[in-house]
């Protein structure tokens, strides 16, 4: 029924809603005044009163503001912990390439410290302005294709190449988690 | 009294403000996880 408003954009959907309440409010006083007037009788204490209403509003409101608080600062904190982690794999991911073979070991090492430079000086300041650069996607699938291609001959080195393609789709997943908070 | 409750609301909607966009303004996230990774493990002189 009131789906209506998910259509409307959200500044004017503050202006109506707060017009709404307002308005129903100060339509209620007006048509009731007069009768609660005749019906309460006339008391010394209703600043008092009206002071314990406004101090109970002010409870409210500030529960909401303390739960808004807080669920930013979670989601704050999630985003700084992916953040880590997406720099922690890439580290782990590293040290699993430093067991491969030359040249390819070189190869993908260069591409990781090439990923990490492009994410402190390009990437970083463009989301910061809450954009998202293409770059790092374009050098991610470089080194996905890289290490994908690459044929184990040993049963370690097969080992090594799972838990490398394990650790890069945890990289990859941190990294998404990144960009989706941009 | 009503002074300290102001500057607490004032307060608690900067924070608000602030950490909304993690990666805007002065209060946000920083590179330095990747700034360590790059320094202690990738160059090769560490």
Known sequence: ?182 | MELWYVVIIGVTVFLIAAMDHPFRGTLSISPQAFEIVLRTLMTPSS
Not at chain 1, 17 to 23: H, N, Y
Not at chain 1, 50 to 69: K, N, Q
Not at chain 1, 149 to 165: M, N, R, S
């Open chain 1, 1 to 182: 029924m009131f789906y209506w408003i998910y259509g409307v954009p959200s500044l004017a959907l503050v202006a109506l809603f707060s017009v709404t309440f307002v308005g129903f409010v100060w339509l209620g006083i007006i048509l009731t005044r007069s009768r609660v007037r005749r019906w309460v009788a006339p008391e010394e204490d209703w600043n008092e009163i009206m002071g314990l209403v406004l101090s109970a509003y002010g409870v409210f409101y500030g529960i909401v503001l303390g739960l808004i608080a807080v669920g930013t600062h979670q989601n704050f904190e999630e985003l700084d912990q992916t953040v880590e982690q997406e720099a922690a794999t890439l580290g782990t991911l590293y040290r699993d390439v430093s067991g491969y073979p030359e040249p390819i070991q070189d190869e993908l090492q260069a591409m990781q410290r090439g990923y990490c430079r492009f994410i402190i000086e390009e990437a970083w300041p463009a989301q910061q302005r809450g954009v998202i650069t293409e770059g790092g996607t374009a050098r991610v699938t470089a080194f996905e294709q890289k290490l994908l291609a690459f044929e184990p001959e040993t049963p370690g080195q097969e080992v090594l190449h799972a838990e490398t393609i394990r650790e890069f789709n945890a990289f990859v997943e941190a990294r998404r988690q990144r960009l989706y908070g941009v």
